[in-house]
């Protein structure tokens, strides 16, 4: 996609048809769903052309606090969120990847045929970065964008990918100092 753009702008022009690639997830499907419904069918999902394959994930997990006074209370809560039928809600009426493996349903790929290819790749390649990274749990959104950042900068051809990677990890390094 155009360098220097905001998201919003090129999810617009992918939707217009302007963009032929955009990295992102799978709530871009419902401004191309909105703005040209034609195009829909036309969408799907790749693996990541990088070493791992890992995808670049928002990522979202739980804490319970040891201090919380019903930590009982927020295991259950948790088990509702990741019970498999909640889980395969998550996937086939939000059309979001889930936290846990789920074998989407055949009336939803028949409906929504690139979700199959999302899902897949998401079991496949599990080691997505944004979750939760080891040693940084409590600082994962903070990580999150050091890396985000660092990596937009490789893929949007700003830095090659051995200047943007050292780059990183100078910044990671620098970073986890201040801890």
């Avoid at 996609?1 to 905001?6: E, I």
């Avoid at 791992?52 to 209370?73: L, M, R």
């Avoid at 990918?161 to 801890?179: A, F, I």
Wanted: hydrophobic share 40%; aromatic share 10%.
């Amino acid at each position: 996609s155009p360098k220097g753009l905001g998201s919003k702008t090129v999810r617009q022009m992918f939707a217009d048809g302007k963009v032929a690639m955009l990295f992102d997830g799978p709530w871009v499907v419902s401004t191309v769903k909105t703005i040209n419904p034609d195009l829909v069918e036309h969408v799907t999902f790749e693996v990541m052309p990088t070493p791992t394959h890992a995808a670049i994930t928002g990522g979202a997990f739980y804490v319970i606090p040891k201090d919380s006074p019903h930590p009982e209370d927020a295991c259950k809560m948790l088990n509702v969120f990741y019970d498999p039928a909640a889980q395969q809600r998550y996937l086939e009426d939000l059309v979001q990847i889930p936290g846990t493996i789920v074998e989407p349903s055949e009336a939803f790929l028949a409906e929504v045929p690139w979700a199959g290819t999302m899902a897949e790749i998401a079991a496949k390649y599990p080691g997505g970065i944004g979750y939760a990274p080891p040693g940084y749990e409590i600082q994962a959104a903070e990580f999150r964008q050091i890396v985000v950042d660092g990596l937009s900068r490789i893929y949007s051809g700003a830095a090659s990918v051995e200047e943007g990677l050292d780059d990183l990890q100078r910044q990671l390094e620098n970073w986890t100092k201040t801890l």
